[in-house]
């Protein structure tokens, strides 16, 4: 008869491994849950229709948060004007053109790693610098946008080569057998197939970049606009700097405080939505691809 | 002695330090089937894809010698490899249909050679699906995604793909080693069927498949070329030793 007794340890080990997996899953859905508990129960009391489509009044303790929300709409769409054309170009430059071995390509592929480690607020003094400064832009639309389009950049260009590596091989070659050349064959087979893969980083770095304080604080945002930004080199407002305005600026923070967490669950609103058609995106890509 | 379309003179391929390829002399017949048969790694595929320059894509290839093919060298500078392979078709291992529709996956050769009358484009579709024996199996859902269709099919298409630009030489890789043995009939029908039009090379490891449908046969050992001859000689009358003890299967 076999005996049971070695094997209950192994199982009692086993249990103990799985109860720790268990909980720091549920610790980690915990934080989350938190975090959105006391944002959206701090903040939903003040918004309202007026909170959504009306300007801040009486030194931002009354009105709404209209000119931000349109503010954040337009740098995030600037900065994928920028990073969309720069970030595809690149990533088809390094994955299908470059030879993979060779050391300018290596040294390039590190720079866009290391791109992707340099805190925002280095991009934020590097736009200042560059574009408010020296090509006199201004603090305006067009500085903040270069400045987070070049922000993004390296997460562009890392998803888009992670898009075209996933095309199989086999389409490129039959593409070529049939006399294409490589341009036609990226063209018409690699950028069609990988391009729901595209999207879901392009989105995934707008919910990034619709999020970041640091980098438009000294190249584009303003606490206060008087009229909502009429051209590329007029200053806006955006969702992330008016909450620190809120919280940072004015002499009345019992009232301003509210409205900071409402402006915070429209932000996380507006980044979750965001996400939610990336994956949206990704689920219909698997859908459509079977290779 | 058949007309010859298409003429491989001291042939040697280099892959870096390696030679792949050592001093192949054949000359392809037009309108027959050509088998290239050997065991693995002995450069069948090497050999083939040196006729329509897909070896160019790989990284460090030195190709030495010449093909000639319609009067000229397909190495020589002055030569588009793009048009080599306009002219020279290929149909590969696995099938790879593109992730379009049935419709356009034939259609592509002739979009990308500028074709735009919706109109010949549509009878051209038509007509290769029909010679790839595919239409009566897809006429009634040309929109619908070619991954619907069965490994077999989807190796019908790809021919089809193949001959809608008219080549006039097809290269194909192993086309039914994918397959069961159903699709396999059905496609080697099919290449017998296209030899009207088409003259084909055709890579095997397959004995029986370079003995049921080629006419000559080409015998590859470590890079070289053992012996040519039709395929019914070949198989019944080898004349090397090495061809003998590779179809009586001492090795392989």
């Given at each position: 008869m076999i005996k049971e007794e070695s094997l209950k340890k192994r199982y009692l080990v086993q249990n103990i491994w799985f109860t720790i997996f268990w909980l720091s899953m549920v610790l980690i859905a915990a934080v989350l849950g938190l975090i959105l508990y006391f944002i959206l129960s701090r903040?939903?009391?003040?918004?309202?229709w007026e909170f959504l489509t009306a300007a801040p009044r009486r030194g931002m303790t009354e009105g709404g948060i209209f000119p931000a929300i349109v503010g954040t709409f337009y740098l995030v769409l600037g900065s994928v004007v920028v990073s969309l054309p720069l970030g595809v170009f690149s990533a088809i430059y390094l994955t299908e053109?470059?030879?993979?071995?060779h050391p300018i390509v290596r040294a390039i592929r590190t720079a866009i790693h290391c791109l992707a480690g340099v805190p925002s607020v280095v991009f934020g003094l590097f736009g200042l610098a560059v574009?408010?400064?020296?090509?006199?832009?201004?603090?305006?639309l067009l500085s903040g946008a270069l400045t987070l389009g070049i922000m993004s950049l390296p997460v562009v260009i890392t998803s888009v080569e992670e898009a075209l590596k996933t095309v199989p091989l086999s389409f490129r070659e039959a593409s070529l057998a049939l006399g294409a050349n490589k341009w036609t064959t990226i063209w018409r087979v690699v950028l069609p197939s990988s391009l729901p893969g595209i999207l879901t980083g392009l989105i995934l770095a707008v919910g990034r970049v619709a999020g970041e304080t640091a980098p438009i604080m000294f190249t584009a945002a303003v606490f206060?606009?008087?009229?909502?930004?009429?051209?590329?080199f007029d200053p806006v407002m955006a969702l992330p700097y008016h909450i620190y305005g809120l919280m940072t600026?004015?002499?009345?923070p019992d009232k301003q405080i509210p409205l900071a967490y409402g402006t915070a669950v429209v932000l996380i609103l507006l980044v979750v939505a965001i996400d939610f058609i990336a994956i949206y995106l990704r689920g219909r890509a698997r859908r459509a691809r079977k290779w | 002695m058949e007309e010859i379309k298409l003429q491989i003179k001291d042939l040697n391929v280099f892959f870096g330090e390696k030679?792949?390829?050592?001093q192949i002399n054949l000359n392809i017949p037009a309108n027959k089937v050509t088998a290239i048969i050997g065991?693995?790694?002995?450069g069948k595929s090497t050999l083939l894809r040196s006729i329509n320059r897909m070896?160019?894509?790989?990284?460090d290839v030195r190709v030495e010698g010449e093909i000639i093919f319609d009067g000229s060298n397909?190495?020589?500078?002055?030569?588009d490899p793009v048009v080599v392979r306009r002219r020279i078709g290929m149909v590969f291992q696995v099938p790879n249909p593109f992730p379009k529709s049935i419709f356009e996956n034939v259609a592509y050769g002739l979009r990308i050679q500028g074709w735009k009358d919706k109109k010949a484009i549509e009878e051209q579709v038509v007509k290769s699906l029909q010679a790839a024996a595919l239409w009566d199996e897809v006429k009634d859902r040309?929109?619908?995604?070619?991954?619907?269709?069965s490994g077999g099919q989807r190796q019908r298409l790809c021919i089809a793909r193949a001959i809608a630009v008219e080549p006039e030489i097809l290269l194909m890789?192993?086309?039914?080693?994918?397959?069961d043995p159903i699709a396999t009939a059905r496609v080697e029908e099919l290449i017998r069927s296209l030899i009207e039009k088409y003259t084909i090379v055709l890579v095997t490891h397959n004995m029986q498949e370079a003995a049921r449908t080629s006419d000559y046969t080409a015998f590859l050992l470590l890079g070289r070329l053992i012996e040519f001859g039709l395929t019914n000689q070949i198989f019944t009358?080898?004349?090397k030793k090495e061809t003998e003890d590779y179809l009586t299967g001492r090795f392989g």
């Open positions: 903040g939903i009391k003040v918004i309202n053109y470059a030879s993979p071995g574009f408010v400064k020296i090509f006199g832009f201004g603090v305006s206060y606009a008087r009229r909502l930004p009429q051209s590329l600026e004015g002499t009345r | 030679q792949v390829l050592h065991p693995s790694g002995c070896n160019d894509f790989l990284e397909i190495y020589d500078e002055s030569v040309l929109h619908s995604s070619a991954f619907d269709l890789d192993e086309p039914a080693s994918a397959l009358n080898p004349q």
